[in-house]
T-cell receptor
Framework: DVKVTQSSRYLVKRTGEKVFLECVQD?????MFWYRQDPGLGLRLIYF???????EKGDIPEGYSVSREKKERFSLILESASTNQTSMYLC?????????????FGPGTRLTVT | GDSVTQMEGPVTLSEEAFLTINCTYT??????LFWYVQYPGEGLQLLLK?????DKGSNKGFEATYRKETTSFHLEKGSVQVSDSAVYFC????????????FGRGTQLTVWP
């Protein structure tokens, strides 16, 4: 089974802190994605990566950065957390060459910034 | 630009009722289409998919048919169960966008016994 794991299920941070969210997949997928999920807004893409050290901005990259130093790991960084970044964060991965492009999701990290 | 519009929720049904959740898409080219489901406290998981026009995806009693002429991919189930209570997301993928999926806003389904 494909497994996508996220470092924490719940996280509480203070305004201004630097926050790292980690995602690891074990299926040698080329693509990895970070989304945030908010009530009434669905999933919004923050960043994605199609190869090691490659990244592309999604729809809402402001206030976030990412790092992909190894194929299996994709990190989301909040350089200076703010209360409007309180949200559920979902990581996903997929094969690059599969026409079906099925994305496999982790369980999510619920981040609260106080 | 590329987008997905799905029926707003919440949807509340009694057990064994018929379910339809509407989904339409806007895309250049010929996208692949997906329905994902998110059970409480979990991430999303693929429910079904269709990769070309007139294909029917099916899984766990759910079905959806890729209708190119109406740019739609409506999700249906003939008899819902309490365990189907979840959030359902429609999504599409266009070939040129490096594996990115475009998701709808999600539809919350609650099924009562």
């Amino acid at each position: 089974d494909v497994k996508v794991t996220q470092s924490s299920r719940y996280l509480v941070k203070r305004t201004g802190e630097k926050v790292f969210l980690e995602c690891v997949q074990d299926m040698d997928h080329e693509n990895m994605f970070w989304y945030r999920q908010d009530p009434g807004l669905g999933l919004r893409l923050i960043y994605f990566s199609y190869d090691v050290k490659m990244k592309e901005k999604g729809d809402i990259p402001e206030g976030y950065s990412v790092s992909r130093e190894k194929k299996e790991r994709f990190s989301l960084i909040l350089e200076s957390a703010s209360t409007n970044q309180t949200s559920m964060y979902l990581c996903a991965s997929s094969l690059y060459r599969d026409r079906g492009y099925e994305q496999y999701f982790g369980p999510g990290t619920r981040l609260t910034v106080t | 630009g590329d987008s997905v519009t799905q029926m707003e929720g919440p949807v509340t049904l009694s057990e064994e009722a018929f379910l339809t959740i509407n989904c339409t898409y806007t895309a250049t080219g010929y996208p692949s289409l997906f329905w994902y489901v998110q059970y409480p406290g979990e991430g999303l998981q693929l429910l079904l998919k269709a990769t070309k026009a007139d294909d029917k995806g099916s899984n766990k009693g759910f079905e959806a048919t890729y209708r190119k002429e109406t740019t739609s991919f409506h999700l249906e189930k003939g008899s819902v169960q309490v365990s189907d209570s979840a959030v359902y997301f429609c999504a599409h993928k266009v070939g040129s966008t490096l594996g990115r999926l475009y998701f709808g806003r999600g539809t919350q389904l609650t099924v009562w016994p």
